[in-house]
């Protein structure tokens, strides 16, 4: 019924394993050795002796045998993989919309919080910070389930069928290989997402908490996580005393580090938005070789987002910056960007284009 299987996954990490374009010296070779004797269950009967002895690069035959079963092996992972990202979209479709919106992502890497099975329903909390997703922290509740096998440590690949009774959802999750296989089969499925403040990920010299506190949308909404759950708080309810932070009556940490971790929002806030306001033209110039960082990211988007029209801004900049200067690798992008466009001048192009 499913193609993805802890051991098929395992087959392809073992494939994926030699670096068949180039020529891995002693202590590379020794890395790989260990990789592939720990997913030697995978493997063909034939290489393990090669493996165990770690003479399987040195033989010539042999190791023709294992690059064609390596090609072959992620060949056939890739065509299905594809196939199932395709098949995954069209069922999504059919999901609650709550829960489209999750399912369109990549839950991969997502660290498994929580998983529980409540009635007939069965609760899964990820936390999305280090994963693919805007949403910082997930909540899916799949209805009318059953489930097998078990979940732990990080959400790494997942596939997703219908049948007959509604769908299947199987993933395997992992601290690391091997993986462990979970399958779940349910007739709907709903989700909940919350997000990091923006000034959560760009605080600047923000390092207490009355100004994070201040730095908040008072017109957006704030969660907390507490039993699985999302739970509103109020600002006008949070507070620091000699005893911690709280919400209300409920502690959020003994220390400004902690309380923030407990803090969500309720609307997206990109918190890089303000390297996309545009400079003006007129102070383009000197903002490429502003000192404030954030000035000359403002400055660089600018042009790109602006191209021809700025190039005479764009031929000056680059006549007067240094090729060997620490801000280098900005007018670099620059000069090959606008010469690709036809818009740098003679002397400009010859001082910054190497054939």
């Known amino acids: 019924m499913f193609f993805l299987t802890s051991k098929r996954q395992e087959e392809f990490d073992a494939a994926f394993t030699y670096p068949f374009e180039?020529?891995?010296d002693a202590e590379f070779e020794d890395?790989?050795?260990?990789?592939?004797?720990?997913l030697m269950v995978v493997l063909p009967q034939k290489f393990l002796p090669g493996i165990i002895e770690r003479t399987l690069f040195r033989n010539v035959i042999l190791m023709e045998e294992f690059e064609e079963w390596c090609n072959v092996t992620v060949e056939e992972f890739t065509t299905k993989g594809n196939a199932i990202h395709d098949k995954r979209k069209a069922i999504v479709e059919r999901f609650n919309p709550s829960a489209q919106t999750i399912f369109l992502q990549s839950l991969h890497d997502g660290e498994i919080l929580n998983a529980e099975q409540h009635g007939n329903n069965f609760k899964l909390l990820l936390d999305m910070s280090g994963g693919f997703t805007v949403e910082s922290i997930v909540q899916l509740v799949f209805h009318d389930t059953q489930t097998e096998g078990?979940?732990?440590?990080?959400?790494v690949y997942d596939e997703l069928i219908e049948n007959e009774g509604g769908f299947a959802l199987r993933v395997l999750s992992s601290f690391g290989s091997p993986y462990a296989q979970w399958t779940i089969f349910f007739k709907d499925v709903t989700a909940k997402y919350l997000y990091r403040p923006a000034i959560y990920t760009e605080p600047g010299e923000v390092t207490t908490w009355d100004a994070y506190v201040m730095a908040l949308n008072e017109n957006d909404k704030y969660y907390i996580v507490k039993d699985m759950d999302f739970e509103e708080i109020n600002l006008a309810h949070l507070s620091q005393t000699d005893k911690g932070i709280f919400a209300g009556g409920e502690l959020l940490g003994d220390t400004f580090e902690e309380a923030i971790e407990r803090i969500y929002c309720a609307t997206y806030e990109d918190p890089y938005a303000h390297f996309s306001e545009p400079i003006p033209?007129?102070?383009l110039l000197f903002a490429l070789f502003d000192i404030d960082q954030n000035i000359r990211v403002r400055a660089f988007n600018t042009i790109f987002a602006l191209?021809?029209?700025?190039?005479y801004i764009v031929n000056d900049a680059l006549r007067k910056a240094e090729v060997n200067a620490d801000e280098n690798i900005y007018f670099d992008i620059i000069a090959s960007h606008f010469n690709?466009?036809?818009c740098l001048e003679d002397d400009v192009k010859l001082k910054w284009i190497r054939e």
Do not use: S
Request: proline share 4%; no cysteine; aromatic share 10%.
């Open 150 to 155: 078990k979940l732990e440590g990080y959400y």
């Open 281 to 283: 033209t007129n102070e």
């Open 307 to 311: 191209g021809e029209d700025v190039a």
């Open 22 to 24: 180039e020529e891995p």
């Open 340 to 342: 690709q466009l036809g």
């Open 31 to 38: 890395i790989l050795y260990e990789q592939l004797t720990r």
